[in-house]
């Protein structure tokens, strides 16, 4: 049987010229067409073999290869956000050669990343952070003295969050070592929302903006300097009556656009013009197109966004074999609306990402009660909270991640107030490529340590359809449920949910020397190291906790009281279940010498104190130490013992 020959990597002899942004200004401006082109292709081919976000990046080849061209990176500071619209930036700043390592265990970062290039002065994995820290670079400079620029590439949806508006709002104090480029796209992963979306394509489109500014131009080309200048200005003015105002300028920028940002012969004097000016902070306003110059992906409609490894002459994806267990996310789905058909008050909420959620089901199922309020985490929580306090029933389905940006919003306008909000936390644990800025690791840490907050997480996707109707049913204060990314376990799903007990815990298997307390999908795991103690004379308990608030105390207290060693495992950082338990233990002298449980060893098992790097979920896992086999050594350790002398103890039993 031959060996099946690697598929031949096309040919881009100027790219090949190209290792660095200084190699890159050595082309000639009538080369660089021919480079984009070659950068497109070479793009296209790596996320072929490796997947990952295409779209977006190959939306704005020729922006990259632009900005490069023009400005002195590294020490003109470029920030792209999102960040998965970096990787032509990736090709073009000496990172060509591990390309196709991108989103790998080991391999290069699928956002832009400090540790990994000086051209990477900022990371910006989440979104609408750029102009902020952009901010931040460019006062420094003022500070310093340096006349270096920061330059915040902001587009895919980020300009719908609220924080880039704030930092906008205090940016004039940079002057000219600011700039903000506008990657106008017309979508982010999902369809535009919101009124941004509407007042950048009234902006672009109006043909009265567009008439007046050309006949201006035009009769300004005739006049004197000092007539063009005052034109200028009355163009200024009229550009305001037209429009309403332009908000960038009431914010305090200077607006330049809209351009085409595939058009080099229009970008490259756009920018040399902005990087020369004396007046400033400038926005730059370019209109691109997602997918450009790959047409599977400018058919798609989400122009392949997000894709696994697929074949580049046809663009077929490789989903997978399928028919295996459904994914978490779908079962969420499907439990919702089931939920929803017999509950009218059940309404939907996501933050830009209703296919990753799920909510596009509910969507379609039920579009008055489904709402994507964008990129706006905060709003979507009190947007929630709002509902929840006039009677609705709101699921506000979020990634563990980007829950994070509305801590604030769900302490004060939902925890404290008791509303009855459902967060729906998907992506909970290690996520696999999407690396350390997208892992739920914190979820039970931040939302157990709240007073009124119910949190709960699923061992399996039928105990996910059990939280769902239990969330739906709870009425007395926040609730959540986390579950991970991901297939389920293949187990069958309930053809009636049952409404869990608050609080309550279940066995899953009853031993009498080890007891594990699992929390979550690690259930699997917990259950596959009871079968290797057992083996080993180590009569082992498994209970599936379900609630890591309120704890199952009872239960608890029994197994603590009843087993020689109790081991806590979590998908989730120190500061949770783990510590929970620790806290119980102590308040009620379970590991006093004297009390009932009197010798007792308590380990916990969860997360590594590290921000992990992408890898498999599997492999994640086992660098994390939490395996079957990391929970059988945990044990043994407890009862200080090696793997030998538990065997001999269990053939002399």
Known sequence: MTEKTPAK?????????????????????????????????????AVSVTGGHLGAGLGVVELTAAIHYVFNTPDDRLIFDVGHQCYPHKILTGRRNRIRTLRQGGGLSGFTKRSES??????????????????????????????????????????????????MNNA???????????????????????????YLARLISSSEYLGLRSLASKVARKLSRRVHQSLGKAEEYTRGMVTGGTLFEELGFYYVGPIDGHNLDHLIPVLENVRDAEEGPILIHVVTQKGKGYGPAEASADKYHGVSKFDVITGKQDKGKGGGPPSYTSVFADALIAEASRDKRICAITGAMPGGTGVDKFAAAFPD?????GIAEQHAVTFAAGLAAQGMKPFAAIYSTFLQRAYDQVVHDVAIQNLPVRFAIDRAGLVGDDGQTHAGSFDVTYLATLPNFVVMAAADEAELVHMVHTAALYDDGPIAFRYPRGAGTGVALPETPEQLAIGKGRLVREGKKVAILSLGTRLAEALKAADTLDAKGLSTTVADLRFAKPLDRALIRKLMTSHEVCITIEEGAVGGLGAHVLTMASDEG????????GGLKIRTMRLPDIFQDQDKPDRQYEAAGLTAPDIVETVLKALRHNATKVEEAGVRA
């Open 9 to 45: 990597r096309p040919e881009t002899p100027l790219l090949d010229t190209v290792d660095t942004p200084a190699d890159l200004r050595k082309l000639k401006p009538k080369q660089l067409r021919q480079l984009c082109d070659e950068l497109r292709t070479e793009m296209i081919d």
């Open 118 to 167: 000086e051209y990477d002065p900022f990371g910006a994995a989440h979104s609408s952070t750029s102009i902020s820290a952009a901010l931040g670079f460019a006062v420094a400079n003022k500070l310093a003295a340096r006349p270096d620029k920061a330059i915040a590439v902001i587009g895919d949806g980020a300009m719908s969050a609220g924080m880039a508006y704030e930092a």
């Open 172 to 198: 004039s104090q940079a002057g000219n070592r600011l700039i903000v480029i506008l990657n106008d796209n017309d979508m982010s992963i999902a369809p535009p929302v919101g009124g941004l979306s509407a």
């Open 369 to 373: 009660r489904s709402f994507d309020v």
């Open 590 to 597: 379970l590991t006093d010498p004297d009390s009932a449980s």
